[in-house]
C-alpha cells in the first residue's frame, strides 16, 4: 500500500509539474480571453453565457474558463480552475475592455459620437426593409442550395456558419443565419477590422491630410533603421519587424490582445529584422501600430473617437458598428469591430463601388486598387490590409476577388468583375470549412 501511495504521489507531483510547465503560464491568456469574449458577446449582442461558452468560447483551452457576469458593474470575469482571474468591463460606445490591476474603473472616459442615417432609402443607402428583386439571369435554386450547404445540419458542428450574405448589383439575393443568429446580431469580425483601419488613411489620403509613402512618424524609430519604414510598408504587413502571430501559444499576438494596456505600443518596441518591403509577415500588432499612428492625427483623443464613425462608419450606415478600445482608449484595430452582417457588407459595397457611397467619393477610386494590389513577397495573397484571390487561392473564384478576413472564418468577399459581395460570419476557417466551395456554388448561380 506504501509503495502504491508513493506511485500515486509521484504521479501527481510529474502531473502538476506538467500542467505548471505547459499550461499555468497559460492561465492568463485563456481567462482573459474567455472574459474578454463573455463580456463584448453579452452586453454588445445580448448573448447568454451559456449561448457564449458553447459557441464562441467552445475553444481548446479556452473552455477551461468558469465565467460570471456582473450586470450591475456590466462587466465579466474568468478563472481556470480559480487560478488567475481575470475581468473585463463594458462601456456604452467603448465596447468591452480586458482590464488589469492597475484599472482605475472610476475615472472619467470620453465615447464617439455617433449619427444614424435618417432618410427614405432602402438598404444599402437606407434604414427601410430590403426590397426583394428578381434578377433574370440568377438561378435561385442553385443559390438557395449553396447558401444552405454553408450550413449544418441539426445537431452538427462541422461547418458552423452563423450569418451568409449574397449581394447582387446592390440587392440582397440571398440571407440566411444559424439558430439564435437574425439579422440584428452583432458579430466579431475579428481581422476583418484591419480593413477597416486600413481605409481611414485611404480618406485621410484623399483630404490631403496624410502621405503613405512618407517614413511612418515613429519618434522611437528615428535614430535606428528603423526610421526607413514607411506607413505603406505597415499597411502591407511588409515593415521587417519581428512579429510572431500564433494563437496556439504565448505570442506576441497573443500578449497583445490579452495582457497589453496601450496595444499601439506592442509592434512599435520590436527590432527590424528585415529590410522594409523584402518580407510579408503578417502582423495584428502592426494594425494596433497604425491605429496609434491615427490617433496622433488628432489633437484631442475625443476628436480620434469620432473620426472613425463619422469618416467612414456612420457615414455608410454601419450604425451597429461598435470598435472597442483598449485600456489605453485606442481602437483595437486589429480585432474588435462588431457589426451586423448587414452592416459589414455596407463596407464591402463601399470598396465594390471604388469608394463611391450613394453619389460621395469617400475614398479616391485608386485607394481600392492599392489595397487589392499584391504586396511584394506575399505570394498574391496579401495586398493593404485585405486578403487577395490574385494567386488563385479559391480556383473557382475571380482573380479579382479581394477580401477583409479574420479569426474563425469571418470574411468580407468582394467580387468587382461580377458585381457581388459575399458575407460569411462563423466559427471554422480555410482548412475547416470549404470557403472554395461555398464560393463555387453561390457564383455559379450567376448566368
Not at 192 to 213: C, E, P, R
Not at 346 to 359: T, V
Amino acid at each position: 500500500m506504501k509503495k502504491f501511495f508513493k506511485i500515486l504521489g509521484l504521479a501527481i507531483l510529474l502531473f502538476l509539474a506538467y500542467f505548471g510547465f505547459t499550461t499555468y503560464p497559460k492561465l492568463d491568456l485563456i481567462s482573459g480571453f474567455s472574459a474578454k469574449s463573455i463580456a463584448s458577446g453579452h452586453f454588445i449582442d445580448n448573448r447568454s453565457i451559456e449561448m457564449i461558452e458553447k459557441g464562441d468560447n467552445d475553444i481548446n483551452m479556452i473552455d477551461l474558463a468558469t465565467n460570471k457576469i456582473d450586470e450591475t458593474s456590466k462587466s465579466a470575469s474568468a478563472s481556470v480552475y480559480g487560478l488567475k482571474e481575470r475581468k473585463a468591463i463594458y462601456r456604452e460606445g467603448l465596447g468591452a475592455t480586458l482590464i488589469n490591476d492597475d484599472f482605475d474603473e472610476s475615472k472619467l472616459y470620453e465615447v464617439p459620437k455617433r449619427t444614424k442615417l435618417n432618410n427614405n432609402l432602402v438598404f444599402p443607402y437606407g434604414n427601410k426593409e430590403v426590397e426583394k428583386v428578381v434578377f433574370e439571369n440568377i438561378d435561385y435554386t442553385k443559390l438557395d442550395k449553396a447558401v444552405a450547404n454553408a450550413f449544418d445540419k441539426k445537431g452538427e458542428k462541422k461547418k458552423r456558419t452563423r450569418a451568409l450574405l449574397v449581394i447582387y448589383k446592390d440587392k440582397i439575393i440571398a440571407e440566411k443565419y444559424d439558430t439564435g443568429f437574425t439579422k440584428d446580431s452583432k458579430i466579431l469580425g475579428w481581422s476583418m477590422t484591419k480593413s477597416i483601419t486600413a481605409t481611414y488613411f485611404g480618406i485621410l489620403q484623399k483630404q490631403g491630410k496624410f502621405d503613405i509613402n512618407k517614413p511612418a512618424p515613429i519618434a522611437e524609430w528615428q535614430n535606428d533603421e528603423r526610421k526607413n519604414i514607411t506607413t505603406n510598408d505597415l499597411l502591407h504587413m511588409n515593415s521587417g519587424l519581428e512579429w510572431e502571430e500564433d494563437y496556439e501559444k504565448i505570442s506576441d499576438a497573443t500578449k497583445m490582445l490579452f495582457q497589453a494596456e496601450d496595444m499601439s505600443k506592442s509592434q512599435v518596441v520590436k527590432p527590424a529584422k528585415f529590410k522594409p518591403n523584402t518580407h510579408w509577415n503578417y502582423s495584428s500588432g502592426t494594425t494596433n501600430l497604425l491605429s496609434g499612428i491615427l490617433r496622433n492625427q488628432f489633437k484631442t483623443h475625443q476628436e480620434y473617437l469620432d473620426f472613425w464613425y463619422s469618416a467612414l462608419i456612420d457615414k455608410i450606415g454601419m450604425n451597429s458598428m461598435v470598435v472597442e478600445t483598449d485600456m489605453a482608449g485606442n481602437y483595437v484595430g486589429s480585432s474588435y469591430g462588431w457589426a451586423t452582417a448587414r452592416d459589414w457588407s455596407k463596407f464591402g459595397l463601399l470598396y465594390l463601388h471604388k469608394g463611391n457611397w450613394n453619389g460621395e467619393q469617400i475614398f479616391d477610386e485608386s485607394w481600392a486598387k492599392y489595397v487589392a494590389t499584391p504586396t511584394n513577397d506575399s505570394n498574391g495573397v496579401y495586398g493593404g490590409q485585405f486578403w487577395l484571390n490574385a494567386g488563385g487561392k479559391y480556383p473557382d473564384a475571380p482573380k479579382d476577388l479581394y477580401s477583409a478576413n479574420g479569426f474563425q472564418g469571418q470574411n468580407v468577399f468582394i467580387i468587382p468583375s461580377l458585381d457581388i459581395v459575399i458575407v460569411r460570419m462563423g466559427l471554422k476557417e480555410d482548412g475547416q470549412f470549404d470557403f472554395n466551395g461555398m464560393l463555387k456554388g453561390i457564383l455559379g448561380s450567376v448566368k
